[in-house]
């Protein structure tokens, strides 16, 4: 009768050998970058990345804000069928300088601007429109 056996040593060899695959496995995982800002961004001589107040139904912003609002709808506005100026309302015109102008924009606005912020500063490309 003929038996099969396997000896100790090749069953040894059999676990480290899958150890070493799944410890090898592991050390390749890529996981994405954490985007922390260090500090808010200036809008004119003000480190207050345009916002200038918080509001009840919303936040009160400047025209450097909006500028950064309308090129993040830009790159990413597709993606949340947004078009520019989407969520905002003018409130003080200054036609000859539109960055003193001031604006309003609704929380659920805010929120899209931050998301797509956070996606320019991680470096994910717009998905294809």
Known sequence: MNTFSIR???IAAIFIGAAVLALAGCTTTVTPRIVQPAQASYSGA??????????PDGY???GVFRARYNALIDIYGHEYHLEHDAGM??????????ELEKWHIDFRHMELMLQM??????????TAS
């Open 46 to 55: 003000s480190r207050n990345s345009g916002i200038i107040a918080r509001l």
């Open 89 to 98: 309302i003018r409130v003080w015109p200054d036609p000859e300088h539109p």
């Open 60 to 62: 009160a912003v400047d």
């Open 8 to 10: 100790p040593s090749r």
């Open 117 to 126: 912020n956070i996606k320019k500063h991680s470096g994910i490309a717009p």
